[in-house]
């Protein structure tokens, strides 16, 4: 079955340090893609990084960055120099194929920023 | 650039009222387009999606459905609303078979 599973349901962090967000995945697919969401209290669902499995490399946006571990199926989300901004729901997604282009969600995890 | 409308952005209706829900994306062509659900504090349902004109594929059987009658335009109805189809309903799209760009929503509340 292919799954996500984020077994965080809260977080907290205070400003300006670092917090690891995780997400699990299950797929018997070599080629996909695996993103992080935003979806701070206005609730427009925001892409924050994407991961492609065929990169050994992991993917980083300015203080966002993964750790993208394929054998363990594991892909954490770090934030850096946490911002009151931050403060938000982090959905963990994956695409394993299909021309419909679907994607798996975990249930996500609601991040504090405190100040 | 690429932009996705959904509206109206708010909409409280009585049970039993119809519902028409509106999405449409600009600056791109033969858009995958996807309706969500998400209830309060949850995760996020995959109601309908589809890959082309009147192509429509349904994720979860219920008093909903969903057409595309143009490219860029998709749109969700029901005939009859039930109070558990209160929640957030999100539009996306996609052009790559992989990464989804989301609308602003619209917040349902059925009274």
């Known amino acids: 079955a292919q799954t996500v599973t984020q077994s965080q349901p809260e977080m907290s962090v205070q400003e300006a340090e670092t917090v690891t967000l995780s997400c699990t995945y299950d797929?018997?697919?070599?080629?996909?893609?695996l993103f992080w969401y935003k979806q701070p209290p206005s609730r427009q669902m925001i892409l924050v990084i994407r991961?492609?499995?065929?990169?050994?490399q992991n993917a980083t946006e300015n203080r966002f960055s993964v750790n993208f571990q394929k054998a363990a199926k594991s892909f954490s989300l770090k934030i850096s120099d946490s911002q009151l901004g931050d403060t938000a729901m982090y959905f963990c997604?994956?695409?394993?194929?299909?021309?419909?282009?679907?994607?798996?969600f975990g249930k996500g995890t609601k991040l504090s920023v405190k100040p | 650039s690429q932009t996705i409308h959904q509206w109206p952005a708010t909409l409280v209706q009585p049970v039993g009222s119809p519902l028409s829900l509106e999405c449409t994306v600009e600056?791109?062509?033969?858009?995958?387009l996807y309706w969500y659900r998400q209830a309060a504090g949850r995760g996020l349902q995959l109601l309908f999606y589809?890959?082309?004109?009147?192509?429509i594929s349904s994720e979860v059987p219920q008093n909903l459905s969903a057409s595309r009658p143009q490219d860029r335009q998709f749109i969700l109805s029901s005939k009859k609303l039930l109070l558990s189809d209160s929640g957030f309903y999100l539009c996306?799209?996609?052009?790559?078979?992989?990464?989804?760009?989301f609308g602003p929503g619209t917040r349902l509340t059925v009274l």
């Open positions: 600056g791109t062509s033969n858009p995958n």
């Open positions: 991961q492609e499995a065929y990169k050994q």
């Open positions: 589809s890959v082309g004109i009147g192509q």
């Open positions: 797929t018997s697919e070599n080629n996909y893609y």
């Open positions: 997604a994956g695409y394993y194929g299909g021309s419909q282009g679907n994607l798996i």
């Open positions: 996306a799209w996609s052009a790559a078979y992989n990464e989804q760009f």
